[in-house]
């Protein structure tokens, strides 16, 4: 007890140390790029439009959106940021499996993206154009309209694909559609009687305690293949999670596979054999590692009610110009510097989910670290200076919050030995998402459309 006390102490340390660390890291940056900012802001865009130099940011969610925010506000004035994105909103991953169980909220999960996070640049620094990438050559990228844009760099934050959706994703590009399939997910869970959730990571430990707490006569049976929920993180949040699940009624199976294609409306059928009674099915695979090669993603239907999908990283675009690059998970290899682990392709900087960094568990919070290391990289770049910001994991990155039920959460560090365990009570069951609309400078929770700078 008291070697378990000094460990939590030398813990709590070290997670503060670690803390000011990062802080440091990243007021040093930050200065640097504010002296960056004011000699780029009294400069004058090139009055050639030909003479403007592009860098390409794909995809613009955790990783993307923010190193664009940092470029549009250090770059020299012949250069302009053209952020390339499908989705007509950013999709707050987050909230995903709260919302296919709660009603009312869905619009909450699609911020606008909006000319007002960028509102600290130069007015005419960002190009936004509502597309995908579809192919990535030496000098330019090719979009899926078929126009091809020539860049100087390019910062590659494609994150991560499922095939067709829910709980990890909605699987579509526009906010409407989104909303709809969320609506869909919640009618299907509020008109079963047995729901069974097939995976004991964070979006299913989430998804099965909400659904019990918001309909406590429903059974909810949660179907995980290892011995304890959230078996990636330390014995603490295993064990707090499983309590949670228990106090709320859901049932839990461990050691077992779950066949989908089994399910029939009435039962599905275990890996063992042994058959549960089953009217919704919803498979929710680990979200926050991937270690599956990019040619075994999973995209299932089951009994033509939900979709079972598999997570893989989206690194699809450098197969063809760089495909040593791809490691075996999927992921694209990265230097500390997180250029593309390719010499013969200086330019090209990756980050957040789709970047092989060596993190354990992913998050926001990482992915948003590396934008930032790998757009102020592009910076010294375009300055001509050598890239000499470094990304290495550290272990304080691997921080979660779970939430176990509508009203309460678990916040968890662990270091590989020992953990620090600590839950709250919520109260507002949509309460995150009020200040990730602040943090991406939308007014909670007003719809501007879609991007129109
Ligand atoms: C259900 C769920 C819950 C989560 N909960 C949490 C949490 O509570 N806390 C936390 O910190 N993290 C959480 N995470 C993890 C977090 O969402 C990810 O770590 C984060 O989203 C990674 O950001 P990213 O920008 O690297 O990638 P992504 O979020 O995957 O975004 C990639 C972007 O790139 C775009 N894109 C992809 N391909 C192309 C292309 N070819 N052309 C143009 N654009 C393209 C996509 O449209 C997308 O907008 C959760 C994840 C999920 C799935």
Redesign the pocket.
């Known amino acids: 007890m008291a070697l378990e006390r000094v460990q939590k102490a030398a813990l709590l340390t070290r997670l503060v140390a670690y803390g000011l660390r990062v802080y440091y890291s990243v007021l040093r940056r930050t200065l640097s790029a504010k002296f960056t900012t004011i000699t780029a802001r009294t400069a004058l865009p090139p009055t050639d439009p030909s003479e403007v130099k592009n860098v390409i940011v ?7 959106y923010f190193a664009a925010r940092i470029l549009a506000t250090s770059l020299p004035r012949d250069y302009q940021v053209i952020v ?4 007509s909103h950013f ?1 707050f ?2 909230v ?2 709260r919302f296919c169980v709660i009603e009312g909220h869905e619009h909450k999960a699609f911020i606008p993206y909006t000319p007002a996070f960028f509102s600290q640049g130069p007015k005419d620094m960002v190009r936004w154009v509502r ?4 192919s990535v050559r030496k000098q330019s990228v090719v979009l899926r309209s078929g126009e091809e844009i020539p860049y100087e760099f390019l910062v590659i ?5 499922v095939g067709d959706g829910l ?3 909605v699987g579509t590009e526009s906010r409407e559609e989104g909303m709809e399939i969320l609506k869909g997910m919640q009618a299907r869970i509020k008109a079963a009687t047995r729901v069974v959730v097939a995976g004991g990571g ?2 299913g430990v989430e998804l099965a305690a909400d659904a019990k707490n918001q309909y406590p006569d429903k059974s909810v049976t949660l179907v995980h293949s290892r011995q304890a929920v959230m078996h990636r993180f330390g014995p603490g949040l295993q064990s707090g999670a499983m309590d949670a699940l228990t106090r709320l009624g859901v049932d839990v199976i461990l050691g077992e596979r779950v066949d989908p294609q089994s399910a029939d409306g009435k039962f599905i059928t275990l890996g063992s054999g042994r058959m549960i009674e089953c009217d919704c099915f919803v498979s929710a695979p680990s ?2 590692l991937v270690l599956r090669p990019p040619w075994c993603g999973l995209s299932l239907t089951c009994n033509g009610q939900i979709n079972c999908t598999g ?1 893989k990283p ?1 690194s699809g ?1 450098v197969a063809d110009i760089a495909p040593k690059a791809i490691a075996l998970s999927g992921h694209i290899r990265v230097k500390t510097t997180l250029q593309i682990d390719d010499d013969s392709l200086p330019n090209v900087f990756v ?4 970047a092989d960094t060596g993190v354990a568990n ?6 948003q670290r590396q934008a930032e290391i790998a757009a102020h990289n592009v910076v010294l770049a375009a300055w001509d200076k050598k890239p000499s910001y470094t990304y290495e994991p550290g272990w304080g990155d691997g921080i ?2 779970l939430s176990v039920g509508l009203d309460r959460s678990i916040t968890h560090f662990w270091d590989g030995k020992s953990e620090l365990v600590f839950s709250h009570q919520e109260s507002d069951p949509a309460g995150v998402c009020g200040p990730a609309w602040a943090s991406l400078a939308a007014r909670p929770f007003e719809d501007t459309g879609v991007y129109s700078g």
Request: charged share 15%; proline share 6%; glycine share 8%.
């Open positions: 794909v995809g613009a969610a955790f990783a993307g390339i994105e499908p989705n999709n991953t987050w995903l499996p597309d995908r990438v579809t934050a494609t994150g991560s694909t709980p990890s994703r964070a979006a979200l926050w997570q989206a675009l980050c957040g989910d789709v992913m998050n926001s919070k990482i992915a979660i919050k």
